[in-house]
Each structure stands twice: as structure tokens, then as C-alpha cells.
């Protein structure tokens, strides 16, 4: 079965650092979502893409982050000038159409320190 | 927003024991989804289900949408079925982002 693919799985980084989250959606898909859960919380929504243009943010998808679609499997978040509470698991998912499931993938678990 | 909540909170179960998991939202939805998250972070796609009932081996789900509830049956439980089990919905009005209830904590003992 197709999977959704995330990259690294777990990445350690300084404050103030710049990182970005590399998922790999499954192929024939075209809605594209990132997710957080911070550590003993709910799985939270950032943002979703589609038709290479953000479709919807919440409040938690500022300036500090942005998404790329750079080419036609990759699907990638940066977070810019980390702070200690980006650190999360981060959740990449996929959709083949707004009325089937989201696939997700492993998350990365981001560890700013 | 929609607003997701799940109960129990928490649950302790003996191995081979039965159980129900519900899930309430405020409004109507497009999509409901369960999820299973293993003690390793991994988010288990059990059931797409926005409405009528699914079964998947020990595991079925049920949704009644006009009530605005669904619930995840788990049969002779097993260790392996110990982790956070998640309800997320979507809403109708021009949005496809999930929305996550606080989920249900299962501790399955031998």
C-alpha cells in the first residue's frame, strides 16, 4: 500500500536555527497537509496546499513558517529562527481528494534546544 | 470551529476484555476519521467512516452523523491495541483540515 514518507525522523537542533521537514506524499495524490502534536497534547493543524498555493493556515502557521512543493513528489515545511516551543512531532499528510481520507506519515519529531 | 470530544479519557483494560470509545463534534462534518497512536508516535489510519458502520477484524466503528457521534468498538483486546486512539473530523463549510479530538489513553494489561 502507498505510503506517505518523512524526512528525518527525528531532528535535534539549536534555537534560533533555521530546519525544514521533508515529506515525500503519496504520488497520485493532490492535497497535501502539515500537523503538529506537541508531547502529551492533540494532533494540531498548520496548513494545507493544493494546486501549489496554500489552501487554509491556523493561527499557529505564521510567518516564522512556510511550505514548498519544489518539485513533483516533494513536499517540504520550514520553520525559520526555531524557538524551544517548535519542538513537536511533526505530521506530513495526504489526500487524493477532499472527500477521502488523510494518509499520514511516521511525523518527525523536532527537539530544539 | 468545531469543537471534538472524545471519553473516556483514559481506560485500563484487562487482555481479551471489550470496549467502547466515543466521539462527539459540535457540528456537521465531511469526514471522520479514527486514529490508533502506537508508543512510537506513528498515527494508525483505522477507519475512514463519516457515516454507517465498518468492521476490520477486532476492531469496528460506528457514526451517526445526524447525532453528531461515532464509536470505535474494540473486541478481545490485546496488548498490542494499548496506545492514544484519535477522533478527527472535518467540517463542511470550505475547509478540508482535520480538526483532533484530545483522545482516548488505552492500557491494555495481560
Known amino acids: 500500500e502507498p505510503e506517505v514518507t518523512q524526512t528525518p525522523s527525528h531532528q535535534v537542533t539549536q534555537m534560533g536555527q533555521e530546519v525544514i521537514l521533508r515529506c515525500v506524499p503519496i504520488?497520485?495524490?493532490?492535497?497535501f497537509y502539515w500537523y503538529r502534536q506537541i508531547l502529551g497534547q492533540k494532533v494540531e493543524f498548520l496548513v494545507s496546499?493544493?494546486?501549489?498555493?496554500?489552501?487554509?493556515k491556523s493561527e499557529i502557521f505564521d510567518d516564522q513558517f512556510s511550505v514548498e512543493r519544489p518539485d513533483g513528489s516533494n513536499f517540504t515545511l520550514k520553520i525559520r529562527s526555531t524557538k524551544l516551543e517548535d519542538s513537536a512531532m511533526y505530521f506530513c499528510?495526504?489526500?487524493?481528494?477532499?472527500?477521502?481520507?488523510?494518509?499520514f506519515g511516521d511525523g518527525t519529531r523536532l527537539s530544539i534546544l | 470551529g468545531i469543537q471534538v470530544e472524545q471519553s473516556p479519557p483514559d481506560l485500563i483494560l484487562q487482555e481479551g476484555a471489550n470496549s467502547t470509545l466515543r466521539c462527539n463534534f459540535s457540528d456537521s462534518v465531511n469526514n471522520l476519521q479514527w486514529f490508533h497512536q502506537n508508543p512510537w508516535g506513528q498515527l494508525i489510519n483505522l477507519f475512514y467512516?463519516?457515516?454507517g458502520t465498518k468492521q476490520n477484524g477486532r476492531l469496528s466503528a460506528t457514526t451517526v452523523a445526524t447525532e453528531r457521534y461515532s464509536l470505535l468498538y474494540i473486541s478481545s483486546s490485546q496488548t498490542t491495541d494499548s496506545g492514544v486512539y484519535f477522533c478527527?473530523?472535518?467540517?463542511?463549510?470550505?475547509?478540508?483540515?482535520?480538526?483532533f479530538g484530545t483522545g482516548t489513553r488505552l492500557q491494555v494489561f495481560p
Open positions: 478527527a473530523v472535518e467540517g463542511t463549510f470550505n475547509t478540508d483540515k482535520l480538526i
Open positions: 467512516i463519516p457515516s
Open positions: 504520488s497520485n495524490h493532490l492535497y
Open positions: 496546499f493544493y494546486n501549489n498555493e496554500i489552501s487554509e
Open positions: 499528510a495526504s489526500g487524493g481528494d477532499r472527500d477521502q481520507p488523510q494518509h
